[in-house]
């Protein structure tokens, strides 16, 4: 656990210098943390900050906004929880950063919402990769992402459709794993579902093993049409790989957004990955269907021709929109102050096909989830 005496020192310093110092003309800096040298993380940090990037030199090459260039500052927490919150301090102890963007740490970010980092700095968080009710909905934070309920009920949704009315539930024991497993097993019986059985994955590298094997050897018991696994890193992926290796492992397998695709495949093989579903809390990044989509594909392609589309920089990209089209409601130069009035007050802005609403009352991202199916050849298919 962090101590608040620590990062409130270095939050009374910010408020502090920032109140005294706005940010300087024609730059325009926003503060993100995700590491790129975690190996958990390193993908996704890369390529969300890709996105980002992508749409801030896509407006600085046409002068900017209102005049001023849009400038990111990437910092790397190793994904430890105090880091996060020992650099976010620093980020707000910056006057020039006027704002957050597209934080990557789950145990960080519950660490700075329990301390109502956000509200009491002053300082907007916009589109963190985070679908964590108690997260999006903290004061400050303006979300992009659909939250991680909403995942649920639309892999629900997709195993009734499709028959598969008998489940079991897999879920890591830490982070979103324990909470999602009890809202998915309520919603799942009030769809008319049964849960047959509930099995837990220890995070524990020295325990996981064993925990996979009781797991799998609790499905295997229930005879169920299809799992639910709510979980995301090596216990999704470790649990994935010793259920397909049994023969009655042959089951529909449904997964959140944070089961990352590609990992997936790397971890498990094409084979045991076949057929998998996954929601995914961003819209679909590989199909110009909506004039945003095309709008990133542009962007991407002209930031770094060889970049891959993906969904996590499609995040950055439509988050790193938000701050622009604040920035530019904000007028002048924006202050932190002015950007998190705008933001407050943005109510609905459309994208380019999807929206976000902030208001006084609340801040809603996107809304939608996408339900996702890996293919033979290991593609992601919608």
């Not at 994904?79 to 301090?89: H, N, Y």
């Not at 002053?122 to 997260?135: C, F, L, T």
């Not at 470790?238 to 495949?265: C, M, N, T, W």
Request: glycine share 10%.
């Amino acid at each position: 656990m962090v101590k608040a005496s620590k990062f409130f020192l270095s939050l009374t310093c910010g408020l502090v210098v920032c109140a005294a110092d706005p940010a300087t003309a024609a730059d325009v800096k926003f503060g993100q943390i995700a590491s790129q040298t975690n190996p958990a993380s390193i993908a996704n940090a890369k390529e969300l900050q890709a996105g980002i990037e992508a749409y801030f030199e896509s407006v600085n090459v046409k002068g900017g906004i209102n005049g001023n260039n849009l400038k990111l500052q990437v910092l790397d927490d190793s994904i430890q929880a105090a880091k996060m919150v020992e650099l976010t301090g620093q980020l707000i102890a910056n006057p020039s950063v006027v704002g957050l963007i597209g934080f990557l740490n789950t145990g960080g970010l519950t660490a700075l919402t329990k301390e109502n980092a956000f509200g009491k700095s002053g300082i907007a968080m916009i589109a963190p990769m985070q679908g964590d009710k108690n997260i999006v909905e903290a004061e400050n934070v303006f979300p992009l992402r659909s939250g991680f309920p909403e995942e649920i009920e639309a892999l629900l949704k997709e195993a009734k459709t499709w028959g598969k009315d008998t489940i079991s539930i897999v879920n890591m024991n830490v982070g979103f794993g324990p909470v999602l497993a009890e809202f998915a097993e309520k919603r799942a019986t009030e769809m008319g579902l049964k849960v047959l059985s509930r099995s837990v994955v220890d995070f524990n590298p020295n325990t996981q093993a064993a925990s996979v094997t009781a797991a799998v050897k609790s499905i295997v018991q229930a005879k169920p049409k299809g799992i639910l696994v709510v979980a995301a890193g090596a216990p999704a992926f470790e649990f994935i790989k010793a259920v397909r290796d049994v023969p009655e492992g042959a089951l529909q397998i449904y997964g959140l957004s944070v089961v990352r695709h590609s990992d997936l495949i790397a971890t498990t093989g094409v084979v045991k990955a076949r057929g998998i579903v996954l929601s995914q809390a961003t819209p679909y990044p590989y199909t110009s269907n909506k004039t945003v989509i095309t709008e990133y594909q542009n962007a991407m392609k002209a930031h770094n021709p060889k970049a891959e589309f993906s969904f996590a920089s499609l995040e950055g990209f439509l988050g790193a929109k938000i701050a622009g089209e604040a920035v530019r409601r904000a007028g002048g130069t924006p202050t932190r102050e002015r950007m998190l009035t705008t933001l407050k007050t943005m109510g609905e802005y459309n994208l380019g096909g999807i929206s976000v609403n902030y208001g006084p009352q609340a801040r809603k991202g996107w809304g939608g989830v996408d339900v996702t199916i890996v293919g033979a050849s290991g593609n992601l298919q919608k």
